[in-house]
Every structure is written in C-alpha cells, then in structure tokens.
C-alpha cells in the first residue's frame, strides 16, 4: 500500500485518473493509488501480482501459478454483475478491456510512474460502459528536464512452491485401493491380489513391488529467474525522455531424462521488452509525446499439439496440463519407462519405451521427455502519439490534445512433437513383463505451426481548462471523446466502442469542492435505438480544516468529507449482436424447398441496453498530527436492469428453444461494502524514518431478482440464486448427531427410515439432513453452503523505517471469511485409478469406528457414491494471512548510490485449512500449480 506522508504538502499530489490528472487535495472521488517504486520490492516476474494487499478494495487471486507465468484476477470492491468481470486497464489514458490481464505481463514496475484504482460512479463515469468493474489506471513513466542518469538493476531468484502434497507410498496405496474394493464389492483384494499386496507392503524388491513419487522424479523443487533492468531519464528545455529496458529469464521446472538428448524439451521463459517515452516542446504553446514499447516473449513447454492431436487428450497450453498427471498416474507402476535389456549375442540393447496404464495412455514423463515441445513467440506493440496545444494565448489554464494509439499482438506457435510406443506392465507381479498398447509407434519430430494476431486501434481528443481566480475560486473542465477499434484475434468482424464526456468541477477557498461527469458511450452490439447510453455522476467536498474553526487546530491537522452519486455501465457478458436474428441456411434440405435447411438461432431483443449501475459514496480523509492519516469510504451499488435470461414462466412446449430465447434487462443486484485505511508516517530525524499502517475493506453482493423460477413447495429452499451472492453453493448438511456423522452400521441406515435417492448408503458412509422432512434425500434438501464465489472481507497491513543508508519494509495480506466448498483431485478418492491423500489413510472402517480411532473420511469407495456430493463436510474455511512481501536493503556511498537488498514474496503463509496438501489461493486441489514463494538478492546502482 502507498504509505501517504501526513503533511500538507502531500495535498499537492497528482492522481492519474487516466483522461487528466487531479490534485489529491482536490479530488472528491474515491481513488487511491501506488507508486511503481513501491511495486518494485516484489520480485515476481508478472506486474499484476506486486498488487496483493496494496491498496484498499482491490482483491487480488492468482488463478494460475506457473512461475513467470501467474495469473492475477484483479476485482475492485467484488463482483457487481453476474455479467461483469474483472476491472478495465487504462495504459496511458487509453482503455483495454480485451486479454487486459495479459497486458500486465508487458510491464515491470520500473516503468511505472503509478497505478490508480478508480473505485466509485465520480470517477468511472467517464468511462460509459466500459467502467462499472472499476478502473485501474497505469501512468508510465516520462522525462525530467535534469542532466542523463541511468540506473541498472540486477536480479536473482530462487522460486519453492509453498505446499507440496504428502507422498503416498505404493504400499499405502494399494491398500487403500483394496479396501475401496471391499467398501464396494466385499472382496478385500479386488484390485490387488494377496501376493501383489504383500509384494508391495513388505518393499523388498522395488524393482517388481516400485513406489514412483512421480512429482519428485519429474519437478524441480527450486526453480530459478534472472532479471535485469537498465532506465535512462533526462533531457533539456526542448525535450525529455525516459527509456526502459528488461531481459527477464525463467529456467525450466522439469528434471529431463538424460537421454532426452536428441532437443531441449524444457519449459523456459524468455522476455525482453523495451519502452522509449519522449516529449518534445516544437513551440512555446505546442508540444507532443511519443511513447513506443516493444515486447517479445519465447515460451516453450514440453508436450503440446501432441496431446490432443494423437492420444486424444487436451492441452491447454502449458504446464498445468503436466502437474495434475503426477496424480492421475499410480505410484505402484512401474517406470517411468520400460527395463533396459542387452541382447547377449548381438549386444544391441532394447527397452526403455514409455511405461502407461489401459486408462491413462500419457504421462508426466511422457510428456516431458517423449512428446517433443511447443514454442511461442509473442510480440506485443505499444505505439502512442500524444499532440497538446497550449491555448494559454487564448485565456490562461485552456488547452487542447490529441492522442493516437496502436496495439499489435501477434503469437506464432512452432510444434515440434512426435509420438511414442506405449507398454502396459502385465498383471503378474512375479514376473516383470510388458506388452505394447495401442497402435503408436516412435516417430521421428514433426514440425507444425501456427500464427495469430489481433490489434487495437485507438484515437481521442481531450479540451481541458484549469484556473483559479481571485485565490480562492478554482474552475476546471474536461471533455474528451475516445473512439476503440479493436480486431480480436478468431473474429472476423472488429469491435467498436464510442467513449466521450465532460466535466465541470469548482472549488471555493479550497474549502468547498464539487465535480459533475457526464460520460455518453456505445457500443456496435446494441441497436441503434439503443446503442448510446449517458452515464451522469456528480460528488462533492468539504475541507473542514480549512474551516477558521479548525484551521489552527494542531491535533486535527486535516479532516475532509466526500460523498458522490452516479451511475456508470457494464456490456460485458451479454454476446454479440443480441438485436438480430440468427437464422442460417445449410444445405442437404429438400429439393422442393430449394435444397437448404433454414436453421433457427438466437430470437432478437432490439431493446436490450448496457447493465447501468447506480453507486453511491460517502468518504472521509482525516489527519491527526500531521502524521496519522486515516480514511473510510462507506459504498453501495445496485443495478436494475441487469441482463439475465427471462425465461422463467416460458413452457418448453411453446417451439423455440428456451436457449435460443433474447436475454432481458430484467435482473436486480447490489453491491456493498466499507473500507478503512490507517496509516502512520514521521521523520525523527534526517536519519530516521518510520511508517506503518494497514486497511480493511468489507465486500458483500447479493442477486435480489433473476427471473429465477421458484422451485416446487417441497424443496428445503425453493430459490438457488435470488437472495444469495454470485458464486453461492450448494449441498447437504452432515448430521452429526450420532458423534461423527457416519452410518456406523447397518442397522443405523435400516433406522433411519431415509431413502437416498443419491446413492445407496452403506455403514461409513455420511448421513445427511432431511431438510423438507418428506424421508427422502435429494437435491431438495440441499442447502446453501459457505457465502458466495469472493471473500468478505480483505485485509492487510505493513511497517518499515529508513536509517540512514539501511531500509526494511514488510507487508502482510490477508483474506477472512471465504468458505469453499472443497472437491477437487486428491479431496475426492475416485478420480483416476485411484488418487489419495493423508485424509483417507484414516477413512471409516468397522474395525476403526469399534476401537474409537480418528476418522477423517467415510468409507473409500472406488467410484461415486452419496458421499462424493457437495456438503459440509467438504467445505473448507479458506481465510488466510499472509507474509506477502519483505525487503531488507543497504545502500552504498558509491557511483550515484549503490544498492543491494535482499527481499521476498509469499515468504509464510497461516490458514485455517486441516492439511499442508494444497494452499488456500486457486482452485484445483493438489492437481493445480500451487503458489510460489520467491527469495530475491538484487543489486541497483546510480549513475
């Protein structure tokens, strides 16, 4: 978080609110903002993820965690549509709502002059439809009139998942396996027979009895990135420019085969990017600004085409789809590949071919050492050309812009795969004998490609005028319109947008502030009727320090009050060209009909409009001593006409598909919250600075109407969605009356007089609630679990001093009352041929039950049953604090100043889950990439 200095003159701060920038004593919005140097003391390779616990409102979750290629969801104060998404990203004035989370990959902290979130309708309004997610606006950085100084970075980091799923041992395995076979069938050595399961327990020849922890063959525990990183700022009263540029290299995560000799099939990652910011006086009243960057990235991953084109598998890019294989593939089979055997009278050897079951024809091993690779090459442009006229000539503080910006992506894939034999072991443990499976054979490396691209276009003009008159009477206005022309990559037809608005704000004394927006947008989805929509906001201020009865104050050194009103918009979610028919001819039809089929698509809806959201804010900024600042926003938002099928009271029998039926804006949702940030900051001295501080933010959305039908009156709950927050689960409750919520006999379930209509329930399995007490269990008696798809509450805070030439900084984030209901791979024992974790070594038996051991899961099944349904028992409390970021530096009196500092990222993390297996962060189970933790030594010099 940015740690605000308490004096007056912080007031005079400028905030980026992407159109023009404001005076932070002036602005009545809720906005806040951090520098790019605060950005820089997280080592990470992904812009995006510097952001956890920095500014208030802002949740961020790492959806997908493969070193240098994380993926940072970003939401400002939660979800406030079904239909929306995650915030728009502004770079340099212009938006990008398309791939926007990508965009942050482009961009390193040294870049960055500062990052603004825009949180309330005063500030997001201008925006139109594009603004009701939030805004989060990144300002680069540009020239300072000062003699050329350079600055070089140099980063190493060493990068250790933070959970690691317990190994469980073939020996364990297999007898977990077994008795998954007798909960099922009775027979105790339904999958392996006495012999193999002796053979296995006893561990005495791991070459016919083998216990692979395939993680441990295949990953590295410790993987490594380099980065380094050279600025150069400077000019003179004609121009100034700040350039950029980074080489950043990640090294693969995979241990390879030592045959694997033949190419390099290892994931890396290679980035470089460059940005050049110039601005050039051309005359006393004109100037222009060029800013041009430039990025490639090289990433390749093992596998690839391969999979899905030969073995029938899916591959969705890179290493996740090899991560959850470590468990899809028992730890009893042998391999990784076939024994090697020389032939004792021609020496030739054999053997070595890929070992695979009947039902998981690719393994990790295979995937990393047999399947060749895939590599893509990303290049991503950034060119934007920046006229302003000064008309100070005309009247003082008027002046006129215009800008032009250009963004290419292009990606070209090169595949270079081939495929393999695949041997299955023979179910004879005695003996160690394979036989071939399937029709591949080893083919030589097959080189395909592919190519894809998708640009943006992007022009605005801008009139601003700023003045103050008399000293007290302070007057500004904006107008601007900002035209998007954007080709996605895939789509024929491109996107077009219309963004304009003006603004009038007035200040007296620099006491009373007011500010009015008018944002007016379309957007080529909608009708012409109902293509434009206007988006009004209005906020105001009251500078109470200021006031005679307070301006002496030394205790209260400021105290300022906020409010605003407006409505801003959302068009995401609702599909393409929704105000036409889509009807398709294709051929094989009747001759007499002309020879075509007429296929009836999507039923138009000429009315439909942008989702408008009505958010309301009350703030207050207060500084005590100069030195304590705090501030509390109180917001709510609800949407009246939000999109959502209508389709409740529609009878199926009416001919047209219920799906082919318009959506209509007809929902209903709210959005609300608070948020309070404190923070402390004193100089003691010219020596000695020291700062500390912290927030909490509050977040609850809820759908109050959906055009949800009710269900039938004997349902516990006749509404799943309306009264409830986006994401809601649903399940059974465990009744645990009995002591520990298991069937603990068969006389038990005779007892009960319940029928499950789930699954026949067998001792040690769980009983369930009869909600709507009819003596069934079914989907009627599910019940709400947990509250919603975001936590509630958000939370983090920091500390650090400067003495001398010596710095710390430590920054905690947290996340609190966020339950998930919890069934991934490895929570769940039926996936696969098998995939268990230390919760089912202690599952329910008869035998464990009658001694009174723990149990901490019902009877293993190897398939599904009434247990492996959404409940309560799998609902997981995923609330957690963590030590997100630390950094300890020295600076040396040489050169300019010589740094060198040690720092890290996700360095500890204390949950509330009942196991080390998986983390709280990202769905998955232990199938997903777990969170990184990241240990930093950087070195930065001056000259």
């Known amino acids: 978080m940015e740690l605000i200095r308490a004096e007056t003159y912080d007031l005079d701060k400028r905030i980026a609110f992407g159109n023009y920038k404001q005076r932070k004593g002036d602005v009545t919005s809720s906005v806040l903002s951090v520098t790019g140097e605060d ?3 997280a080592p990470v390779g992904n812009l ?28 400002v104060r939660g979800r406030i549509s079904p239909n929306g998404g995650t915030a728009l990203v502004v770079i340099d004035g212009f938006p990008y709502d398309y791939n926007s989370n990508q965009l942050f990959e482009y961009i390193t902290a040294h870049e960055v002059e500062s990052i603004s979130i825009l949180k309330d309708a005063s500030a997001q309004a201008l925006y139109g439809i594009q603004g009701a997610n939030g805004v989060i606006i990144i300002t680069t950085k540009r020239g300072i009139k000062q003699p050329l100084k350079i600055e070089v970075e140099l980063n190493h980091t060493l990068e250790q998942r933070t959970t690691t799923p317990q190994h469980i041992s073939s020996a364990d395995f297999v007898q977990l396996r077994n008795l998954a076979g007798y909960n099922d069938t009775g027979n105790p050595y339904s999958y392996f027979n006495q012999y193999a399961t002796e053979g296995f327990i006893s561990g ?11 993680r441990a063959i295949n990953a590295k525990d410790i993987t490594q990135m380099s980065r380094a990183n050279i600025n150069l700022n400077g000019g003179n009263d004609m121009a100034v420019f700040y350039t950029n540029a980074n080489i950043l290299y990640q090294d693969g995560m995979w241990k390879l085969d030592p045959s694997t000799t033949d190419y390099n099939p290892n994931n890396q990652f290679m980035w470089a990017n460059i940005r050049s910011n110039v601005d050039i006086k051309l005359h006393k009243y004109f100037t222009v600004g060029l800013n041009l960057s430039g990025n490639i990235k090289r990433e390749k991953t093992p596998g690839g085409k391969a999979v899905e084109i030969d073995y029938g598998g899916s591959w969705n890019g890179f290493a996740n789809n090899i991560w959850y294989r470590f468990y899809s593939l028992p730890p009893y089979v042998y391999g990784p590949a076939t024994p090697l055997v020389q032939d004792p009278e021609s020496g030739e050897i054999s053997g070595g071919e890929v070992v695979r079951t009947s039902t998981e024809p690719i393994t990790s091993w295979a995937l990393i050492n047999r399947m060749g690779y895939d590599q893509y090459t990303v290049t991503n442009i950034y060119a934007q050309f920046f006229p302003k006229l000064d008309l100070g000539f005309l009247t003082q503080g008027l002046s006129i812009s215009g800008s032009y910006g250009y963004q290419t992506n292009s990606v070209k894939g090169l595949f270079v795969n081939r495929t393999y034999e695949g041997w299955v072991r023979t179910d004879d443990y005695s003996e160690l004998e394979f036989t071939k499976l399937g029709s591949n054979v080893n083919s030589p490396l097959q080189y395909r490609s592919s190519t894809s691209f998708y640009y943006n276009l992007n022009y605005k003009g801008v009139i601003d005028y700023k003045r103050r008159f008399n000293y007290v009477h302070d007057v500004s206005a904006m107008a601007y319109a900002f035209y998007q022309h954007l080709n996605k990559d895939g789509v ?19 006491r009373y502030l007011v500010k009015f927006n008018l944002g007016y947008s379309g957007s080529e989805q909608y009708s012409s009727q109902n293509r434009f929509t206007a988006f009004p906001s209005v906020s105001a201020g009251w500078v109470l320090s ?3 009865f307070l301006k002496e104050n030394e205790i209260l050194t400021y105290l300022k009050l906020r409010g605003s009103w407006g409505k801003t918009g959302n068009d995401r979610g609702i599909g393409r060209y929704v105000y036409l028919d889509n009807v398709t001819l294709t051929g094989g039809g009747l001759g007499f009909l002309g020879g075509y089929n007429v296929n009836e698509g999507q039923v138009a809806n000429p009315f439909l409009d942008p989702e408008i959201i009505t958010k309301q804010n009350l703030g207050l900024d207060l500084t005590l001593l100069n030195n304590i600042a ?4 109180v917001y709510k ?10 389709t409740s009271k529609t009878p199926n029998y009416q001919g047209i598909p219920l799906g082919n039926y318009p959506r209509s804006n007809v929902g209903i949702y709210e959005n609300k919250g608070f948020e309070i940030a404190l923070d402390y900051n004193k100089d003691f001295s010219k020596d000695l600075n020291i700062y500390a501080g912290g927030w909490l933010a509050y977040n609850k959305n809820e759908i109050i109407f959906w055009d949800e039908s009710e269900r039938a009156d004997d349902y516990a709950y006749r509404k799943r969605s309306e009264g409830y927050s986006y994401g809601q689960q649903w399940g059974y409750l465990v009744d645990d009356h009995n002591g520990n919520g298991y069937f603990n006999s068969q006389e038990e379930i005779d007892n009960s007089g319940l029928v499950y209509e789930i699954g026949t329930p067998k001792p040690g399995y769980l009983k369930y609630y009869d909600l709507n007490a009819d003596g069934k269990i079914n989907e009627k008696d599910q019940t709400p679990l947990g509250k919603g798809g975001a936590p509630n509450f958000l939370y983090a805070f920091n500390a650090g001093f400067k003495y001398k030439n010596l710095d710390f900084s430590v920054l905690f984030q947290g996340i609190a009352d966020y339950w998930i209901v919890g069934m991934d791979v490895g929570r769940i024992e039926y996936n696969f041929n098998g995939v268990y974790t230390p919760w089912h070594l202690n599952s329910w038996t008869a035998e464990r039950y009658a001694n009174g051991e723990t149990i901490t899961y019902p009877a293993l099944s190897a398939q599904k049953t009434s247990n492996h349904e959404n409940s309560d028992f799998f609902l997981e409390d995923r609330s957690y604090l963590r030590l997100k970021n630390l950094e300890i530096g020295y600076t040396f009196n040489v050169f300019n100043g010589l740094r060198v500092y040690l720092s890290g990222q996700n360095l500890i993390t204390w949950d509330k889950l009942k196991h080390d297996d998986y983390g709280p962060e990202g769905p998955g189970g232990i199938s997903a990439i777990p969170v990184y933790r990241l240990y930093n030594l950087g070195m930065n010099i001056k000259f």
């Not at 961020?60 to 939401?75: A, D, G, I, K």
């Not at 705090?630 to 926003?633: A, G, N, R």
Request: charged share 25%; hydrophobic share 20%; proline share 6%.
């Open 637 to 646: 938002d609800r949407t009246e006409n939000g999109v959502t099928s209508a």
């Open 48 to 75: 995006s993820m510097s952001l956890g616990g920095r500014l208030p409102g802002l949740y961020t979750r790492e959806s997908y965690s493969e070193p240098s290629r994380t993926t940072t969801e970003l939401w």
């Open 546 to 548: 200021n006031e005679s």
């Open 630 to 633: 705090l501030t509390v926003d």
């Open 492 to 510: 024929g037809l491109p996107y077009k947008r219309i963004n304009s608005g003006f603004e009038l704000g007035y200040g007296y004394d620099d």
């Open 39 to 41: 950005l820089r003391s």
């Open 204 to 214: 005495e020849n791991p070459d016919y009895f083998p216990d692979n922890n395939w």
